[in-house]
């Protein structure tokens, strides 16, 4: 029989006991806590139901709703301070309508110089297609009698005076002096007759030339000057609805910026570019049925009509933004059209689910082309 101190002797000690029943009651104490603090997430619901393919066969693709003119950006070339905006977005407009303007007071003052300028250079070409004036034929004509006058008088006197021979008592310097008298009253009246003659002739052909051209060069300066002001008035280039506008009074605008001033397009109808996988290019028929359906749970269809395809494979620029899309991939690109409801349920700019029939049977008939 044991003694009660071999019994003692054969107990573990106790902080063997103590120590491990602590160190596991403080793990399940963790692991409870971390269990606690762990939020109870719900499982999201899907709130829109994505939209289904009506065709059993299909190609998927995703869209950009368009204006059928697509979008076209209108600016100005020339810098200046706007003055007066005349659209609003939304607003019809018709070709030639003015969309906004630029100060053109400079412009105006110019136009005002360059008018008076036309009309100097019309008054001197008239002044040369008016020649001969009368008053200046009237004075040619007038030196020339006179100049015939004087040949008259001094070759009567030089006559009289061979009449009375070489015995008269005349000077011998009085010969010499008719003779020289004669001559020069003939030089003034060659003289005075080919002046005559110059103004009979009225303007020269150089002259009349020198004042055309003048005429036109300031024809054409006012001509350019009048374009401008036209361009500092900027129309619609098409009839069509404003999609944006991004122009204000007072605005200091300039010539190729990277603002967008005004956009506008024909939205009935409406055109839909489609971007397809690469992988399934080979399966698009162009005759095969079409349809897009808008995103965010508004119901519809819109039939589609093919209207060309891009032939140009190019890298995909346009993501859904699904996690399992893959954004290393090229992408053929196709057009359709579609009517515009007056409802408007499609507006350009948005993106649409393009889903596009492969016929049965059609996947092999594309494989054997």
Not at 334 to 344: R, T
């Amino acid at each position: 029989m044991l003694s009660p101190t071999a019994i003692v002797r054969k107990m573990p000690p106790l902080r063997y006991v103590i120590v491990p029943a602590f160190a596991l009651t403080g793990i399940v104490l963790v692991v409870w806590l971390v269990v606690k603090q762990v939020p109870n997430v719900p499982v999201a619901t899907i709130s829109v139901a994505p939209p289904q393919s009506p065709f059993a066969l299909r190609i998927s693709g995703i869209g950009t709703v368009l204006p059928s003119t697509d979008v076209i950006s209108v600016g100005t070339d020339l810098p200046g301070v706007v003055v007066e905006v005349a659209v609003i977005e939304g607003q019809e407009v018709k070709l030639g309508d003015l969309l906004f303007r630029i100060d053109g007071r400079q412009t105006e003052a110019d136009i005002a110089v360059a008018t008076a300028k036309l009309a100097v250079a019309n008054g001197k070409l008239a002044g040369v297609k008016a020649l001969p004036r009368a008053t200046t034929l009237r004075e040619a004509e007038a030196a020339w009698k006179s100049a015939r006058a004087r040949v008259v008088d001094a070759q009567g006197r030089f006559d009289r005076l061979e009449e009375l021979g070489p015995n008269a008592a005349t000077s011998r310097n009085e010969r010499p002096r008719l003779e020289y008298e004669l001559a020069a009253a003939s030089a003034d009246l060659d003289s005075a007759a080919a002046q005559l003659d110059e103004v009979k002739q009225g303007a020269w052909k150089e002259d009349l030339d020198v004042a055309i051209s003048e005429v036109e060069v300031a024809r054409a300066e006012l001509g350019r000057l009048q374009t401008q002001l036209e361009r500092e008035s900027v129309c619609a280039p098409i009839a069509g609805t404003i999609i944006y506008l991004d122009v204000d009074m007072g605005e200091h605008v300039i010539p190729g910026s990277v603002q967008q001033m005004v956009a506008l397009g024909v939205l009935d109808p409406l055109h839909v570019r489609v971007q397809i996988d690469e992988m399934d290019a080979w399966r698009f028929q162009p005759q095969a049925k079409a349809v897009a359906m808008p995103r965010g749970g508004a119901r519809g269809e819109f039939p589609l009509r093919y209207l060309r395809m891009v032939p140009l494979i190019i890298p995909k620029r346009l993501l859904s933004g699904d996690s399992t899309e893959r954004v290393d991939v090229r992408v053929m690109e196709i057009e359709y059209e579609l009517d515009n409801p007056s409802s408007m349920a499609l507006l350009p700019g948005q993106i649409v689910d393009v889903f596009i029939e492969v016929p049965e049977g059609g996947e092999a008939q594309s494989k054997d082309k």
